[in-house]
Structure formats: C-alpha cells, structure tokens
C-alpha cells in the first residue's frame, strides 16, 4: 500500500481553476500509473484523467478534456491535476489513485486502487 494524500481543492467560482495534488509517502509514486477520479454526492465514481509512470502518457475523461492537464514530478513523488473553466459540474470529492507500472495502462474507474482520502471541489455558479 503507498498512502496517497490529495489536496488542493477549496470552493471556487465557476470560470476558475485548481491545481489538485496528489502525493505519496513511503514508496516511490514512479512505479505506479496514476490515475485521478471523483464523485459528485448521489452520483457515480467517473474517471478524470490519468497518467503513465513515465509521465509521457496522459488521458482525460470526456467531462474534462480540453481545459484540464496532468502532469507529474516524480522527484517530489507528486501527481499533478489543473482544472481550467470549472463548471459547477466539477463539484465533487476528487481522488488519486494507483496502477502498477507492471500493468499496461488502462482508463477507468476500476484500474485503479488505494485511493486517498480524497480533495472536495467546490464550483459556485
């Protein structure tokens, strides 16, 4: 297990942006695909974005994709995830989690596991 700890959300207006964290402690986050997800109250998990252990391979769900970028620094151990326009759709608990970098990479919300304790985003119309 490599305990994740998100951070960075915070309530917002809509047109805004975040930059949410993602930060391991104990083991080294290079060895692990990583992807983010999050969960509006009464709805599904949806998949967000993701990104290779290598950090050249970068995916987005449909909800995202063009106003958002993730990026990491393995030599912080940190994932990054910028929001760019937020909507007031974006409001939800936002995780990190992870996939093994012996594993090919696969998007979706069942890929990836031990997922932090999770950063609520707040978009106010």
């Known amino acids: 297990q490599v305990p994740l700890v998100e951070s960075g959300g915070g309530l917002v207006q809509a047109g805004d942006s975040l930059r949410l964290a993602c930060t391991a402690s104990?083991?080294?986050?290079?060895?692990?695909?990583v992807g983010w997800i999050r969960q509006a109250p009464g709805k599904e998990r949806e998949f967000v974005a993701a990104?290779?252990?290598?950090?050249?391979?970068?995916y987005y769900g449909d909800s995202v994709k063009g106003r958002s970028t993730i990026s990491r620094d393995n030599a912080r151990n940190s994932v990054y995830l910028q929001i760019n326009s937020l909507k007031p759709e974006d409001t939800a608990v936002y995780y990190c989690?992870?996939?093994?970098?012996?594993?090919?990479?696969?998007?979706?919300?069942?890929?990836?596991?031990?997922w932090g304790q999770g950063t609520q985003v707040t978009v106010s119309s």
């Open positions: 989690g992870l996939r093994s970098a012996t594993l090919a990479m696969q998007i979706g919300v069942r890929e990836f596991s031990s």
């Open positions: 104990g083991r080294a986050l290079s060895s692990y695909h």
């Open positions: 990104v290779s252990w290598t950090g050249v391979d970068t």
